[in-house]
């Protein structure tokens, strides 16, 4: 019976090329083609007036929060409009006129649609009411919201046990909602909350809290212009966070020096002309990047090492370059540091590392004599198998300086989603919160679940296995944003009822469970009858947004609607929580939240205008709460890829024309890669030594505990990339990432550093 049920599904689609261009990669991030690339992405989309009515508003105090990225917005914002090219795409898409409706899921099925390429799946448009995707059907179908609630809480109510259930939240959501949703989780009695950050910055979260008892980042955005100076590190801010620019501009402005760590030289980080000022738009621009470390991938850890290695050589002859105040009285492990760094030559790291000795002495240089250093850095750190060593280095260096807790320094993971670290800060996470759960006991008088529930890696495995049968996301692309694509798709359509709440349709609502529904939700930029909700950037600060477009359709729901109806529906009239009020006053929500939470004091009234920083331990240099009551060094080792000779690393990165699995465009402007996203970037000398040419079509195969994984049909770009490196982009090649290889206690899925071989077609 079941296999008959079985639908037809593709979990990649169809793998075609569509039209090459390759150029030389450009030399400076933003400028005029980038003010062109937005507007064009804009106006088609949305219609040139009102795409422009919208980013006026973006950013602003009064206006919405861009849904693009977490940085965050100056105390004064530009009057040439608070936004970036990249940005305005995340809006374009949002705004687009083109709907998902009925008559759209009566011409194309499921299985259709699962076979177009996620450009087109994405570009289809805003979905207009609640579908369902019945049992054996193919086609989805136009259902009533109460329906669609009574079948959720029906297929709950029907699980032997609440940890059946899985739970996941893309980081898009407003802390009302996330609250909400965190609230109803634990009410139903399951911690299996995987979210988004377990694939992107749960590698920061863990290394952070472990050494400076904080898992967020220290830095505020004033910190910049302060800053001696900047490492930017495992990150690429041009395309990813464009308005970080303007703040390491700043930073230059006022003599500071910028030292770069990647494997690539990313443009962005290069010259920057920056788009809300004249001379940005005509002149020359600034060259940010003072000094390029081009790292082999995952030997961060080798040669932070090495440049500890040999300030500490200058501190044994007496030079001051450590701040040996800070150290005694911060710190602890500050001699089994110095102990550990001599267990390593300088050529067995500098043969790791692959980095030009005398450029690792420009950047010592530079470190031993100021004190004022931030670290940025992004999943060039994260997503790796010592994913959180990586970040306990970059501590280590900011402890052996002093550089924590102080204007103008400290640590600056540079979140993904505008809203994954204030989703966190209001209670969701897969972990359990002693401290949550009795005040949360408190105020609404029921006990949450003190067992440890699933992050995103245990959550497909459980589904696969048929622990969990029902899935519901708050949000995002679970299928194709978590490892091994196959696999995951498998875990989702093992389900007996997948949920997702949603803008876009997107491949999880392909590889459907056996009913799945999707509800259609309202985006940032609506109007959602004149409620504000509020989010938090990567600098801790809870502010408002407020959006101001009429709805893509009048049968969408708010977040905090939908989660309350669902919670609503589920416990009938005996609940002890009153949904429906927390549901549609979105006040009385965040009154609950500064009740449960501490940090929120006055919540509405402080989050209207620029907002409120949360308590933040790291930025007081208060490290009372951690072992010995002091930041704590650590003890890192160098990772060890035994690579056969045929053998290479793969990092799975963004294009310049995507968010996350939403593909804008087929362009990687400033990698000069044009109309195609099939391209897998490659070292000339490595090429040569192949016997391959430039745009050989290859796929790329990974072996893990002997099951062949492969990605087909990719074309060769010769690029200035390290020997023995590759680069390709996400989604596409996330079928390569095996399950089973995630990053030791974060368990983020290693998408930075895959073993792949080349194979020519
Ligand atoms: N426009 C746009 N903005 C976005 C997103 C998007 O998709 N599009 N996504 C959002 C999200 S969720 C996130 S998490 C962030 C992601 O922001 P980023 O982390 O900047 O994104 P990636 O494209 O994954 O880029 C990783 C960078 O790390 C480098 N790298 C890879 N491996 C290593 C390594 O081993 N060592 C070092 N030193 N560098 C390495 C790569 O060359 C690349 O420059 O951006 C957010 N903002
Ligand atoms: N190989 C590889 N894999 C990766 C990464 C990588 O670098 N390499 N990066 C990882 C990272 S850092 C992250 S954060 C994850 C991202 O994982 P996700 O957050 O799950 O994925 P997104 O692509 O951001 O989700 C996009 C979908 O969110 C929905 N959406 C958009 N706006 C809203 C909204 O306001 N509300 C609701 N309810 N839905 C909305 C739309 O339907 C859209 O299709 O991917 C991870 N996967
Ligand atoms: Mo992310």
Redesign the pocket.
């Known amino acids: 019976m079941a296999n008959t049920l079985k639908r037809n599904i593709s979990a990649t689609g169809t793998i075609e090329f569509s039209s090459l261009n390759v150029r030389e990669p450009s030399d400076y991030a933003a400028g005029i083609p980038g003010i062109k690339a937005a507007l064009e992405h804009v106006s088609k989309e949305s219609g040139l007036f009102r795409s422009l009515r919208t980013l006026s508003h973006m950013n602003q105090k009064e206006g919405f929060d861009c849904?693009g990225c977490a940085w965050p917005d100056p105390e004064k914002p530009s009057k040439l409009g608070e936004y970036c090219e990249n940005g305005a795409k995340a809006i374009a898409e949002?705004a687009t006129l083109e709907r998902v409706d009925k008559v759209f899921f009566e011409k194309y099925s499921v299985e259709e649609i699962s076979r177009w390429t996620d450009y087109r799946i994405?570009k289809s448009g805003r979905i207009t009411e609640p579908f369902i995707l019945r049992p054996g059907s193919i086609h989805y179908e136009p259902i009533s919201w109460e329906e669609s609630f009574q079948i959720i809480a029906e297929n709950l109510h029907a699980l032997d046990s609440p940890d059946e259930a899985i739970f996941y939240t893309?980081?898009?959501?407003s802390n009302e909602a996330a609250f909400l949703y965190g609230l109803f989780v634990r009410a139903f009695g399951t911690n299996n909350m995987p979210d988004?950050?377990n694939?992107?910055h749960e590698s920061s979260g863990v290394a952070l809290s472990e050494t400076l008892g904080i898992g967020k980042g220290s830095v505020v955005l004033e910190d910049f212009p302060e800053a001696e100076v900047v490492i930017v590190v495992g990150q690429n801010p041009g395309t990813n966070h464009p308005r970080m620019l303007t703040a390491l501009q700043k930073c230059k402005d006022n003599g500071g020096k910028i030292i770069t760590i990647n494997p690539l030289s990313e443009s962005g980080l290069n010259r920057f002309k920056n788009p809300q000022q004249l001379s940005g738009i005509l002149g020359t621009g600034t060259q940010l990047t003072d000094i390029f470390l081009q790292v082999k991938i995952n030997q961060d850890v080798s040669l932070l090492k090495l440049i500890m290695k040999r300030l500490a050589n200058r501190h044994q002859e007496g030079e001051h370059v450590f701040d040996n105040d800070f150290i005694s009285e911060k710190t602890i492990g500050f001699q089994e540091l110095l102990d550990d760094l001599k267990n390593y030559s300088e050529q067995e790291l500098l043969q790791l590392c692959g980095v030009d000795s005398s450029k690792i002495d420009l950047a010592v240089d530079v470190l031993a004599k100021k004190s004022k250093i931030i670290i940025c850095w992004a999943?060039g750190l994260t997503?790796h198998k010592n994913g959180v060593e990586n970040i306990k280095e970059c501590v280590n260096l900011l402890l052996l300086k002093g550089s924590i807790g102080k204007k103008g320094a400290g640590t600056c993971p540079v979140r993904?989603?505008s809203n994954?670290q204030g989703d966190r800060s209001v209670g969701i996470m897969h972990y359990v919160s002693e401290s949550l759960n009795k005040s949360i006991k408190n105020v609404f008088g029921f006990q949450p679940p003190n067992k440890e529930g699933l992050d995103t890696v245990n959550a497909i495995k459980a589904m696969h296995k048929g622990k969990a049968k029902v899935f519901v996301a708050?949000?995002?692309?679970?299928v194709?944003?978590?490892?091994d694509t196959i696999y995951t798709s498998g875990a989702l359509q093992a389900c007996d009822l997948t949920v997702?709440?949603?803008?876009?349709?997107?491949r999880t609502h392909l590889t459907a469970g056996k009913t799945a529904l999707i509800l259609p939700?309202l985006?940032?930029t609506e109007m959602d009858k004149e409620r504000f909700v509020t989010v938090e950037n990567s600098m801790g600060k809870v502010h408002q947004s407020k959006g101001r477009l009429a709805p893509a359709s009048s049968h969408l729901k708010s977040?905090p609607e939908i989660v309350a109806n669902m919670a609503q529906t589920y416990f009938g009239k005996d609940s002890v929580v009153d949904w429906t009020s927390l549901g549609t006053n979105y006040d009385l929500v965040r009154e609950k939240i500064s009740q449960v939470l501490d940090g929120y004091r006055e919540y509405s009234k402080r989050s209207k205008g620029s907002g409120f920083y949360l308590p933040n331990n790291s930025r007081e240099a208060d490290f009372s709460k951690l072992p010995g009551g002091k930041a704590q060094f650590s003890i890192c080792a160098t990772p060890k890829h035994d690579l056969k000779e045929d053998e290479f690393i793969l990092m799975?990165?963004?294009s310049h024309d995507q968010?996350?699995?939403?593909i804008y465009g087929m362009n990687d402007r400033y990698r000069g890669i044009f109309g195609e996203r099939r391209v897998v970037f490659m070292n000339i000398d490595d090429m040569r030594k192949g016997q391959l040419m430039p745009q050989q079509i290859v796929d790329l195969v990974s072996s893990y505990d002997g099951t062949e994984r492969r990605a087909e049909k990719f074309k060769l770009i010769p690029y200035n990339i390290p020997s023995g490196n590759l680069c390709a982009y996400?989604?596409e090649?996330?079928v390569l990432?095996p399950i089973d290889l995630y990053a030791d206690k974060s368990h983020t899925?290693v998408?930075?550093s895959v073993i792949v071989k080349i194979q020519i077609r």
């Open positions: 849904p949002e994405g893309s980081g898009r959501s988004c950050s694939m992107c999943m997503q993904g989603h994954v708050l949000g995002g692309n679970f194709s944003a978590a490892s997702s709440v949603s803008t876009k349709l997107n939700t985006g940032r977040e799975t990165v963004r968010f996350n699995t939403t996400f989604p090649t996330n990432v899925p998408s930075k």
